[in-house]
C-alpha cells in the first residue's frame, strides 16, 4: 500500500484558516488522494478526494502540488467541531484502504 | 439510502472467551466489506475486507476471523480472546473498485477484554 506522511499534530485558533499537510512521495499516476477525519469515538468520515486538480466542496479544499507528491487539506475557518483525527490516504483500488495514524487537530478557542 | 449497523456497542468479555461482532448494510448491493480495530490512541488497522459471499481477505495474522455468510452481512469473530483484543472495532462498507470511492464507517463497537 501507498504510504503518506502526516504530522503527529496540529493546532488552530477557532475561526482560522488550517492547512494540513500530507507527503506521498511514492504515489503513482492512478492514485487517488483521499482525506478523512475521525471524531472523538466515532468512525472517519469522509471528506474530501482528488486526483491532480485542486478540489472544493462544502467541508474543505484540497490543494494538489503539481507533481502530485503532497497534498494540503485547507479548512476556511476551524470551528471546534472540526477537533478530530485527519487522515490522508491513497487509494489505487476502490477496494482497499489503508489508514495511518492522521493528524490530530486541536482548534483553540 | 444506504445505511451500516454494527453491534453490539459495546461489551466486556473475559480473557479466553469467545467473541461475535456483526455488521449488516442496508440499501447496495455486493458491497466492499471491512473490519478495522484501533487500539487506544492509535491507528486503524485493517483486519479484513470483503469483496463478496464468502471471499475474506486477511490482512493482519491474529487470532481473530471474519466471515461473510451473506450479500451484505459480515461477522468478526474470536474463539478465545486475548488481551491484546481489547480496543475499538469498526465495520466500514464501499462500492466498486474505482479509486474515486469512498468508505463509510459503522458505529464501531467498543471491546475490552478483562
Known amino acids: 500500500d501507498a504510504k503518506t506522511t502526516q504530522p503527529n499534530s496540529m493546532e488552530s485558533n477557532e475561526e482560522e484558516p488550517v492547512h494540513l499537510p500530507c507527503n506521498h512521495s511514492?504515489?503513482?499516476?492512478?492514485?487517488?488522494i483521499h482525506w478523512y477525519r475521525q471524531l472523538p469515538s466515532q468512525g472517519p468520515e469522509y471528506v474530501i478526494h482528488g486526483l491532480t486538480s485542486n478540489v472544493n466542496n462544502r467541508m474543505a479544499s484540497l490543494a494538489i502540488a503539481e507533481d502530485r507528491k503532497s497534498s494540503t487539506l485547507i479548512l476556511h475557518r476551524a470551528t471546534l467541531r472540526d477537533a478530530a483525527v485527519y487522515y490522508c490516504i491513497l487509494i489505487l483500488c476502490g477496494n482497499q484502504f489503508y489508514f495511518g495514524t492522521g493528524t490530530s487537530l486541536t482548534v483553540i478557542p | 439510502s444506504q445505511t451500516i449497523h454494527q453491534w453490539p456497542a459495546t461489551l466486556v468479555q473475559p480473557v479466553g472467551s469467545p467473541l461475535s461482532l456483526e455488521c449488516t448494510v442496508e440499501g447496495t448491493s455486493n458491497p466492499n466489506l471491512y473490519w478495522y480495530r484501533q487500539a487506544a490512541g492509535r491507528g486503524l488497522q485493517l483486519l479484513f475486507y470483503s469483496v463478496g459471499i464468502g471471499q475474506i481477505s486477511s490482512e493482519v495474522p491474529q487470532n481473530l476471523s471474519a466471515s461473510r455468510p451473506q450479500d451484505r452481512q459480515f461477522i468478526l469473530s474470536s474463539k478465545k480472546l486475548l488481551l491484546s483484543d481489547s480496543g475499538f472495532y469498526l465495520c466500514a462498507w464501499s462500492v466498486g473498485t474505482s479509486s474515486g470511492n469512498t468508505i463509510y464507517f459503522g458505529e464501531g463497537s467498543w471491546l475490552t477484554v478483562v
Open positions: 511514492t504515489i503513482s499516476g492512478t492514485d487517488y
